[in-house]
């Protein structure tokens, strides 16, 4: 699933249902919120490498 819009102030979740993680701006999004101390990246369509600053939980609600 691809999202067809961005959410440029972080408000908004654009959930993968096939995906294990998942990507936020907005610390407030999570409930718990610790500094990430890997080495891991986000690898983007360019190539690029995103450095991870934050690991946390949330739970996403689905639409009834």
Sequence with gaps: MT??????DG???FPDTAASHHMTLDFASL???DDYKGIDTIVV???NGIPI????QS???GAN
């Design 45 to 47: 369509g360019d190539d």
């Design 59 to 61: 739970t996403i609600l």
């Design 3 to 8: 999202a067809s819009t961005i959410s440029t």
């Design 11 to 13: 408000s908004g979740w």
């Design 53 to 56: 600053k934050h690991i946390g």
């Design 31 to 33: 409930h718990i919120l």
